[in-house]
């Protein structure tokens, strides 16, 4: 299977392990999708902003003395958006509903980045 | 020499770039060229202090520091040589104008300024194929010189984005990427 693959299937996975999630999407960490089930029309504004969130958010940890950052999360009326990084060259983006199963999304969300993390390797 | 500067000449087309023959023609002509400086010195500062928006880039009595500097670069231009040293100042300049709030606009136009000048200048007192030359040179200058400080401008920005906020180039090109074909839009039907 190749990698391409191997992280679609995972998207795959992660949805119906957390039906709430509304989008999943793994990213360079300068911005480009590289799997992604968002619409097509979002794909790209969405890795770009996300991995802006992601580098943005390692800047503020880094001068508030934060330590490492282990999650970036966008709450708005309408849902949630959870960055984490992937090692030094991924992001993975999570879209979720704002009243959903935040506990199981970030259970999910946290084994999703190893094996993303090794997919990428 | 560094990295920045050569990427940044690297984009000029080789027959547009400052050459070996414009720099031996400069030099030739240096005792002649250094015979303009205080009338350049004046102009240049002329024109900036008589424009509200170049104006504020300066502080009160600054004026003849700034002078001296513009004096030095000339002098140092003219005396040569153009190596390494000469092209990563250039660069620095770049840097120092983010500092200074020097806008490129700003730079094209008072460059704009210089090669006229001079231009001038060596049609009154040059044969006219000498003259033309010279100008031909003074134009490479300009291209080496303007981009080199503009370009020296935009990546320093970029460098200091990512030490703020963690924005590669590469991922501030991404978001641009993203906005980019809307905006044109707009532009085209605007």
């Given at each position: 299977?190749?990698?391409?693959?191997?992280?679609?299937?995972?998207?795959?996975?992660?949805?119906?392990?957390?039906?709430?999630?509304?989008?999943?999407?793994?990213?360079?960490?300068d911005g480009l999708?590289?799997?992604?089930?968002?619409?097509?029309?979002?794909?790209?504004?969405?890795?770009a902003?996300?991995?802006?969130?992601?580098?943005?958010?390692?800047?503020?940890?880094?001068?508030?003395?934060?330590?490492?950052?282990?999650?970036?999360?966008?709450?708005?009326?309408?849902?949630?958006?959870?960055?984490?990084?992937?090692?030094?060259?991924?992001?993975?983006?999570?879209?979720?509903?704002?009243?959903?199963?935040?506990?199981?999304?970030?259970?999910?969300?946290?084994?999703?980045?190893?094996?993303?993390?090794?997919?990428?390797? | 020499?560094?990295?920045?500067?050569?990427?940044?000449?690297?984009?000029?087309?080789?027959?547009?770039?400052?050459?070996?023959?414009?720099?031996?023609?400069?030099?030739?002509?240096?005792?002649?060229?250094?015979?303009?400086?205080?009338?350049?010195?004046?102009?240049?500062?002329?024109?900036?202090?008589?424009?509200?928006?170049?104006?504020?880039?300066?502080?009160?009595?600054?004026?003849?520091?700034?002078?001296?500097?513009?004096?030095?670069?000339?002098?140092?231009?003219?005396?040569?040589?153009?190596?390494?040293?000469?092209?990563?100042?250039?660069?620095?300049?770049?840097?120092?104008?983010?500092?200074?709030?020097?806008?490129?606009?700003?730079?094209?136009?008072?460059?704009?300024?210089?090669?006229?000048?001079?231009?001038?200048?060596?049609?009154?007192?040059?044969?006219?194929?000498?003259?033309?030359?010279?100008?031909?040179?003074?134009?490479?200058?300009?291209?080496?010189?303007?981009?080199?400080?503009?370009?020296?401008?935009?990546?320093?920005?970029?460098?200091?984005?990512?030490?703020?906020?963690?924005?590669?180039?590469?991922l501030?090109g991404r978001l641009?990427a993203?906005?980019?074909?809307?905006?044109?839009?707009?532009?085209?039907?605007?």
């Amino acid at each position: 299977m190749t990698k391409q693959e191997q992280l679609e299937k995972l998207i795959k996975e992660l949805r119906t392990n957390v039906p709430d999630i509304t989008g999943v999407m793994v990213a360079s960490s300068d911005g480009l999708s590289i799997a992604s089930d968002f619409p097509e029309e979002e794909g790209a504004r969405i890795a770009a902003v996300g991995a802006a969130a992601s580098g943005l958010g390692n800047r503020i940890a880094q001068n508030a003395a934060l330590g490492a950052v282990s999650e970036t999360m966008v709450k708005g009326t309408d849902g949630l958006l959870l960055i984490y990084m992937t090692g030094d060259e991924g992001v993975l983006a999570i879209r979720a509903p704002a009243r959903g199963n935040l506990g199981l999304v970030r259970l999910e969300a946290s084994a999703a980045c190893e094996e993303v993390k090794k997919i990428l390797g | 020499m560094n990295e920045i500067t050569r990427q940044i000449l690297d984009q000029i087309p080789s027959n547009v770039k400052f050459s070996e023959e414009d720099a031996e023609l400069l030099i030739k002509h240096k005792d002649k060229l250094l015979e303009w400086e205080d009338g350049l010195i004046e102009g240049f500062y002329d024109s900036l202090f008589n424009h509200d928006t170049t104006r504020a880039v300066f502080e009160e009595g600054e004026r003849p520091a700034r002078e001296q500097t513009l004096r030095d670069w000339y002098r140092r231009t003219l005396n040569g040589p153009f190596d390494d040293n000469y092209w990563e100042w250039q660069t620095y300049v770049g840097l120092v104008h983010i500092k200074r709030k020097v806008n490129n606009a700003m730079v094209a136009g008072m460059w704009g300024w210089i090669a006229t000048y001079l231009g001038r200048k060596a049609l009154e007192e040059f044969p006219q194929e000498e003259a033309l030359k010279l100008i031909s040179a003074v134009h490479s200058l300009q291209a080496n010189v303007t981009a080199l400080i503009v370009e020296s401008y935009l990546k320093n920005m970029f460098v200091a984005i990512d030490k703020a906020a963690g924005l590669s180039e590469a991922l501030l090109g991404r978001l641009v990427a993203t906005e980019i074909d809307d905006m044109l839009a707009k532009a085209k039907s605007s």
